[in-house]
């Protein structure tokens, strides 16, 4: 098929034109659209590729929408030499979840992971006593993480829910792994839906907190915060967290270099403390 091409103005942009070239690809089953804005003396490329793969459509935002961004660059004086865009997305039918909220089960059940002592072992500060308890206690469970995953892709929202179970290796609480976001500038939000914990957070250039949660809170971690989760109960810690899809997971630094702060049980209660170990 040859490309078919269209030219139109844009309205209330005198000088603004757009021109779209279409064509269909029977060798990959595609249909390739480019839109090029001219904004004269500046040019806009926008490319967009839609791929049919039996059920599954990918699709893109639509020019009308590139060309609302293009606005926005243009009045706030952003748009100084070509730009370029190609944004590839997976249409997924919409879907519904049941979680329960003292287990973090999923239903139906998707992808499920766990953590046990040997994964994590070198993370708590006394190791001697993580091996002492792999020798004899046997590979205990720490934490369990339920997971709808989706691609990595704009716009996407994965979610799971991690349930931490209660008990301490040498007075330091079960907690996760710990990690910073691959791309450092993504936040994420965390609901918890049933026990005690406490959320670890800290950044790069020294800066540290710690959020008690409980059933009903919502904590925010900021873009840039490495965090971490504890279970300071008697009991099962289940909470609910969501992310964006490309904000990725970067655990080799919390791995390499450990966190500022540990949570003791002192007493029955849990004591943040400064980790000697640190860096």
């Not at 070509?82 to 979680?99: D, K, N, R, W």
Request: negative net charge; charged residues 20%; hydrophobic residues 40%.
């Amino acid at each position: 098929m040859s490309p078919e091409t269209t030219s139109r103005s844009v309205s209330g942009r005198p000088g603004w034109r757009v021109d779209t070239a279409t064509s269909w690809s029977p060798l990959h089953g595609s249909l390739f659209c480019a839109t090029y804005l001219d904004l004269l003396p500046c040019s806009l490329f926008y490319q967009t590729t839609l791929l049919l793969q039996g059920e599954g459509l990918l699709f893109c935002v639509s020019a009308t929408d590139f060309i609302a961004a293009a606005e926005r660059l243009w009045l706030n004086g952003n748009v100084s030499s070509t730009f370029g865009a190609s944004i590839i997305m997976t249409l997924i039918q919409p879907f519904v979840t049941e979680v329960n909220f003292e287990s973090g089960a999923f239903t139906p059940r998707r992808g499920v992971y766990q953590r046990r002592l040997s994964d994590m072992a070198g993370m708590y500060a006394d190791r001697d006593e993580a091996a002492r308890i792999l020798a004899g206690e046997g590979d205990r469970l720490i934490y369990e993480v339920h997971t709808v995953e989706l691609p990595v892709e704009e716009g996407q929202i994965p979610h799971c829910t991690t349930r931490i179970l209660p008990g301490t290796i040498g007075g330091e609480c079960h907690m996760t792994k710990g990690h910073y976001h691959a791309r450092r500038e993504q936040g994420e939000v965390y609901f918890g839906l049933s026990g005690r914990g406490m959320l670890l957070l800290q950044t790069a250039d020294g800066n540290a907190s710690e959020l008690e949660m409980v059933a009903g809170s919502a904590a925010y971690v900021p873009p840039f915060w490495a965090h971490r989760t504890v279970n300071i109960g008697a009991e099962d810690f289940v909470f609910f967290s969501i992310w964006e899809a490309r904000a990725g997971h970067d655990y080799g630094t919390i791995e390499r270099d450990g966190f500022r702060k540990l949570v003791m049980l002192r007493d029955g209660e849990p004591a943040v403390v400064d980790n000697p170990k640190y860096g």
